[in-house]
């Protein structure tokens, strides 16, 4: 009596898991056209459009986990089309929503496709063809002397490093998290303050001159000083000239 | 009270203020600060507004006292007859009340002998440099990312 209620119990919970994905598609969905419709209605400010894009790509990133999780039970089963007719098929209408009618030979193939992206086909291809060539060095010959072993030792470590390799670039390469992106430094405080420096106070912009010749030029200086009109500390704003005519008599 | 309300209890002319921020940005997000901005700023759809200018620094140098720095600055791209512009910053009053640092400033356009006029009335040529970048306005902030040379 345990095994039927288990299972089932274990069908409820998948069916329920399913039903999760569906309402976080939905939600997804919802937000998308709320995006659309803002969109619509006129130029949008950057904050909301900001704030529509960080919904919708929380969203996203709940989605990809809970069907992570739903992996090893998507791998266990496979969905087989049970009746496809060519007539209009009003349970699969409302089901969908009114994006599809008719469940035919046509439009089945599409939605139950597995055919890999072209690009994690060629990842696929590349591992495939790399495990060959690796496999095909030592696996067959048998041990004859230590020397051997030892050299058989060595080959196998650097496959399993080569394949550690393999892993460590595939996670980096799928699993990009935020924690990832607020490492990244976009600023260099040195930097900064050589900047402030040379652009309020001209350091490291003046071409270096001789103490012998930057010393005649002072001296230069204090002679003009003295010969000119005494400078106003700061120097006044430039004076208006208005010009004024005379109004000819009517 | 602030700079400005200051200034005018004792009388003095109107001051020009204005509130100044500086900071830096490493070249390869350079395009994100852009975007952003561009999402942030004015015409949102048009083009970016870019410059090339040359700023040229002359200072005054008076024994005894803090020397006065002018700026002559102009647009490489009216080479034939460019405007000059001729501004005097002060150094930046950083109060603790606000959070930007607050500064005087005076604006002028003026003609290309200016660097002559300069030099006679005893300013001598400090540095120069070249900035090359975008503006962005947002009401009447401006900002620009630049990037600067010699």
Same mark, same amino acid.
């Given at each position: 009596m345990d095994r039927p209620t288990s299972l089932a119990q274990n069908k409820l919970n998948e069916y329920d898991k399913l039903q999760q994905i569906l309402d976080k598609v939905r939600d997804l969905k919802q937000s998308l056209a709320n995006f659309f419709a803002e969109y619509e209605h006129g130029q949008p400010s950057w904050p909301t459009i900001l704030d529509e894009m960080n919904v919708l790509s929380s969203q996203i990133t709940t989605l990809r986990s809970s069907i992570r999780n739903m992996l090893p039970l998507l791998r266990t089963n496979s969905i087989i089309p049970m009746c496809i007719s060519p007539e209009n098929d009003p349970h699969v209408e409302q089901l969908t929503e009114r994006r599809l009618s008719i469940f035919n030979h046509d439009f089945m193939p599409q939605l139950l496709r597995t055919k890999?992206?072209?690009?994690?086909?060629?990842?696929?291809?590349?591992?495939n063809t790399n495990?060959?060539?690796?496999?095909?060095?030592?696996?067959?010959?048998?041990?004859?002397?230590?020397?051997?072993?030892?050299?058989?030792?060595?080959?196998?470590?650097?496959?399993?490093?080569?394949?550690?390799?393999?892993?460590?670039?595939t996670k980096e390469m799928t699993d990009k998290s935020e924690k990832q992106f607020d490492l990244q430094r976009f600023t260099n405080p040195g930097d900064t303050k050589r900047l402030l420096e040379a652009m309020n106070s001209g350091v490291g912009l003046r071409v270096p001159s001789d103490t012998s010749s930057s010393s005649i030029t002072t001296n230069d200086q204090t002679n003009l000083n003295?010969?000119?009109?005494?400078?106003?500390?700061?120097?006044?704003p430039p004076t208006l000239k208005i010009k004024t005519t005379s109004r000819p008599n009517r | 009270m602030d700079p400005a309300q200051i200034l005018l209890t004792q009388n003095r002319a109107f001051p020009s203020l204005e509130y100044v921020l500086q900071g830096s940005i490493q070249d390869d997000s350079v395009h994100l600060l852009k975007a952003r901005l561009q999402g942030l700023c004015d015409n949102i759809t048009g083009e970016v507004e870019q410059f090339d200018d040359?700023?040229?620094?002359?200072? &005054? %140098?008076?024994?005894? +006292?803090?020397?006065?720095? &002018? %700026?002559?600055?102009? +647009?490489i791209d009216d080479i034939p007859n460019p405007i000059y512009h001729l501004r005097y910053v002060a150094s930046a009053e950083l109060d603790k009340s606000q959070s930007v640092s607050v500064r005087q400033f005076h604006d002028c356009c003026v003609t290309k002998n200016i660097q002559a006029f300069l030099q006679d009335l005893g300013f001598a040529y400090d540095h120069e440099?070249?900035?090359k970048g975008d503006i962005?306005?947002?009401g009447r902030m401006k900002i620009t990312v630049a990037k600067i040379s010699t």
């Open positions: 890999n992206l072209p690009e994690i086909e060629e990842r696929e291809r590349l591992l495990a060959n060539t690796n496999m095909n060095n030592s696996f067959g010959r048998p041990i004859t002397s230590p020397n051997e072993i030892y050299s058989r030792v060595q080959e196998l470590n650097t496959v399993l490093n080569s394949i550690g390799d393999i892993f460590r670039h003295q010969q000119m009109p005494t400078q106003p500390q700061r120097p006044q | 040359h700023e040229i620094v002359y200072t &005054l %140098r008076i024994p005894g +006292a803090s020397n006065v720095s &002018l %700026r002559v600055r102009y +647009a440099f070249f900035a962005f306005r947002k």
